[in-house]
């Protein structure tokens, strides 16, 4: 990478980031010899990834379509949008790294499902209610039903332990 000031050939990297569309890494170099700093960017050779659709056409992986989905399921629901970002990312990132190129949309919707169980319960009823298409209401009591029990049973977890540690903490300072 030659510098733009003085074109030596050395430059030391002083940070790098993905870009907001996450196409290209940005990094802020600094020259080894004038020391005087620039910018670059480069851009990552991507493979497009392919969603099947349930009526079989293919569309190309859209983040921005996920994104407004997962805003949709989250509405007034205290969910950072950089987590929901972070969702998006980490399922590209799996997809990729198996080398899955073609993926169905069923299957995304699934793994988005998994992850936001484990950050908001109501955002993952929300979105299920959409991807998963429940077969009748039944179903979605059912799950619904599923998940407040799981949530019941963290909670007393949470609260049994609480009292150990208070049981604990005065047995200590006796
Ligand atoms: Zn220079």
Redesign the pocket.
């Known amino acids: 990478m030659k510098?733009?000031?003085?074109?030596?050939n050395e430059?030391k990297v002083l940070d790098s980031r993905i870009t907001e569309a996450g196409d290209s890494i940005r990094r802020r170099r600094e020259?080894?010899?004038?020391?005087?700093r620039f910018t670059t960017y480069e851009r990552v050779e991507e493979i497009p990834l392919t969603v099947i659709k349930k009526d079989g056409t293919h569309e190309p992986f859209d983040r921005n379509k996920i994104l407004t989905g997962l805003l949709r399921a989250t509405v007034k629901r205290k969910v950072p949008r950089e987590k929901l970002e972070n969702i998006i990312a980490e399922i590209e990132s799996d997809l990729r790294n198996n080398f899955r190129y073609e993926v169905k949309s069923k299957e995304i919707g699934e793994m988005i499902l998994e992850k936001l169980l484990r950050t908001d319960k109501v955002a993952y009823i929300r979105f299920a209610s959409v991807y998963r298409e429940f077969q009748d209401t039944a179903e979605f009591l059912k799950e619904l039903d599923r998940l407040e029990k799981q949530a019941t049973k963290i909670r007393e977890e949470a609260s049994s332990r609480k009292i150990k540690e208070a049981v604990k903490k005065q047995e200590t300072s006796n």
């Open positions: 510098c733009p000031f003085c074109h030596h430059s020259c080894s010899k004038c020391k005087k």
